[in-house]
């Protein structure tokens, strides 16, 4: 069998699991998600359903529970995913602290941690960001100070995704003030509820509680939790965000997605008149399906690096700017498609399982997804940070 039609014997096969497996709910929520994030509940339960076939972990070595496959097949699993909308797989667990246990994580840190991480049965927050301290990561000021065999924290964290439904959290604390900000700083795991933290929710323009603040006053871990050694978890974060952006496939994503916008501006309105026929939108549609393609196109140029063993860089930075600002790009046309119906603010009809609307999904989904968007150029380190490095990459070379 050639390797084409390998791959679309595997792609069938992906398709009819998908189409198998997948709960009317779990496509629902899939539909629903306006963000990174989908529904909690829904994407879980996609994740457990995923693991019991052992294809939750793509890119995880095979002897932690990764699924061998190609490159190629990984591929083609993201982008049959996206086709059928199926909710994406909440990243904490398996695109972010899983791959710093894999790098960097002692022996009995991947025999108890890593299994419960694929099943969901844990869930992990990201304690990065802070008040002073976002795309400036090295600016953190969350202490943890050495007590015995204890670290004793004290500070906040800020923009932590789902940490109201997490068990679990992997933090970046500062452990010295001597020489450079990142040379002080350690990664700490922590379960969630210990004596002395507490969790606000953050409500978001779109009005859902996606992000928290979390408090520390002398919340006590054990030194045993930090993974990597101790100021050097810098190096760890460093790791975890190459890996993170280095296996991309946005574009598994923004291809599909342009589709769906172009099966929108085809359907013909009361008028009998379609979108498409606005040559203007029609030329922009064009543009954005170029861009889409393009993004596509380099991250198989950075996944086939990887597949040789090339560490994907500064362009896990470029790849990062296209994707969001391309993102970004479709959020807008998506949102000028829609037209005026796309206004409407139903909340309680984004909910799973809600009663029909007046309203389409398309025009209930426009604009969160929008307002969603504008923080795409932000999160994983800024696009203005990412260019700084670019350029610093260029110089240096």
């Excluded at 993974?227 to 974060?237: D, F, I, P, Q, R």
């Excluded at 399906?289 to 996944?303: M, P, S, Y």
């Excluded at 426009?366 to 940070?385: F, H, L």
Aim: negative net charge; aromatic residues 8%; charged residues 25%.
């Amino acid at each position: 069998m050639t390797e084409d039609r390998s791959l679309e014997a595997f792609r069938d096969e992906v398709r009819a699991f998908i189409r198998e497996s997948a709960t009317e709910e779990i496509r629902e929520a899939g539909r629903k998600t306006t963000s990174v994030f989908a529904p909690f509940k829904q994407a879980m339960a996609w994740q457990r359903i995923l693991a019991d076939k052992g294809w939750v972990a793509p890119s995880w070595p095979q002897e932690y529970g990764g699924t061998g496959w190609s490159l190629e097949q990984r591929y083609v699993f993201a982008q049959e995913c996206n086709r059928a909308q199926m909710p994406p797989i909440l990243p904490q667990n398996l695109q972010m602290v899983g791959p710093a246990i894999l790098g960097f994580g002692s022996d009995a840190q991947k025999a108890e941690l890593l299994p419960r991480m694929l099943s969901g049965e844990d869930f992990w927050c990201q304690g990065y960001s802070e008040p002073g301290a976002g795309s400036d990561l090295a600016a953190l000021k969350c202490r943890a100070d050495r007590d015995g065999d204890d670290y004793i924290l004290n500070g906040s964290k800020i923009w932590t995704t789902y940490a109201q439904h997490a068990n679990k959290m992997f933090a970046l604390v500062r452990t010295s003030s001597e020489g450079k900000p990142q040379q002080g700083i350690t990664f700490l795991l922590l379960d969630m509820g210990l004596p002395g933290m507490e969790v606000r929710p953050i409500l978001g323009l779109d009005g859902a509680p996606e992000q928290c603040e979390v408090f520390f006053s002398d919340v006590r871990v054990p030194c045993g939790n930090r993974v990597g050694e101790e100021n050097e978890g810098w190096t760890v974060a460093k790791y975890v965000l190459e890996f993170e952006r280095g296996g991309s496939t946005m574009g598994a994503w923004l291809v599909p997605a342009v589709e769906r916008l172009r099966e929108q501006c085809e359907q013909v309105d009361e008028l009998g008149q379609r979108r498409l026929d606005d040559p203007v939108l029609a030329r922009r549609l064009e543009a954005l399906e170029i861009d889409a393609l393009a993004v596509e196109h380099t991250e198989k140029r950075v996944n086939a690096g990887l597949k040789h063993g090339q560490n994907p860089g500064p362009m896990a930075s470029l790849l990062k700017i296209l994707g969001t600002e391309v993102m970004q790009r479709f959020s807008e046309l998506q949102l000028e498609v829609t037209g005026l119906r796309s206004l409407v603010y139903d909340p309680d009809a984004l909910e799973i399982g809600a009663a029909p609307s007046d309203f389409s999904e398309d025009e209930l989904l426009a604009m969160p997804y929008y307002m969603n968007t504008r923080a795409a150029s932000i999160y994983a380190g800024s696009n203005e940070v990412q260019r700084s490095l670019l350029a610093k990459a260029v110089m240096a070379g």
